[in-house]
């Protein structure tokens, strides 16, 4: 795990507060404590927009949101803008589709204020000290990545994520959207070969993530049968795999809405 600004100036705050975490809540009208007025619309392309006048400041959320969780962490990463960026020159379009892998994603295109804003999402979301106690001596699961969201009301996709930058356990996330795979990252502790030419084509046949996508991204998987057994040469180059390499799973989160998935693989 690295030092992150975003990370950083949440924790700041907080601090300055007075609050260990900020889960119950409201988060708008947290923005408007910090003299934020926010403001639901129709927004094209984007998920939300921060604004900064003379004296005051607008933060514009897309109406069309419905998904509680994923409003939440709009917000909270808008309110990162507003706390770390009030001098900068930011780009309209603060979100497009998946809105962690946006910033990830077009991090050298939109910017690193992109990326900085959502690490401060998921640390005033999810503060390191409460999420790591949260989830320690648990195995990784589905359950538990749900576990953690229904605690911390954030996506399982955020929660995915956290679980990547504090490196809790041996997975890769790989996002695949209308059909093409457009991003992968793996935990340290992950150590498998994933060959950098799979961005930009299909996931692979035998993979879970390709079943969702045949299902139109309807739910195939319930409950225990969420975590998929597969094969290691599935997403992994087998050659370069480890011969005492444990079981390999899949767990997908698919979103119909922006014919996407987030593919969770991961070591028993």
């Known amino acids: 795990m690295k030092i992150s600004k975003g990370s950083n100036a949440a924790k700041e705050l907080l601090d300055d507060l007075g609050f260990d975490e900020i889960t119950d809540i409201p988060i708008d009208l947290f923005a408007s404590g910090l003299n934020a007025t926010v403001i639901e619309t129709d927004l094209i392309n984007c998920d939300g927009k921060i604004t900064f006048g003379k004296d005051k400041v607008i933060i514009k959320v897309d109406s069309k949101i419905s998904f509680p969780a994923r409003k939440r962490f709009v917000l909270a990463h808008e309110i990162g803008h507003l706390v770390m960026h009030r001098n900068y020159s930011l780009p309209p379009e603060t979100f497009l589709n998946l809105s962690l892998i946006a910033g990830l994603e077009n991090h050298m295109k939109s910017g690193v204020q992109e990326v900085e804003a959502n690490e401060f999402a998921g640390e005033l979301l999810m503060p390191e000290k409460i999420f790591l106690e949260a989830a320690h001596g648990r195995k990784f699961s589905p359950a538990l990545l ?109 979103t119909k809405s922006n014919k996407s998935v987030l593919s969770v693989v991961w070591e028993n």
Request: with cysteine; glycine share 2%; proline share 5%.
């Open 146 to 254: 749900k576990s953690l969201a229904e605690r911390f009301k954030a996506s399982i996709t955020a929660v995915a994520f956290r679980c990547l930058y504090f490196d809790l356990h041996p997975f890769a996330l790989f996002y695949i959207e209308n059909g093409i795979q457009r991003y992968w990252r793996k935990s340290s502790s992950f150590r498998v070969w994933v060959p950098e030419v799979k961005n930009g084509l299909e996931p692979p046949s035998n993979s879970v993530a390709m079943e969702y996508i045949r299902s139109n991204y309807d739910f195939i998987y319930k409950q225990d049968d969420k975590a998929q057994l597969i094969k290691k040469s599935t997403w992994f180059d087998i050659e370069r795999l480890r011969q005492e390499e444990n079981d390999i799973y899949e767990y997908c989160i698919p």
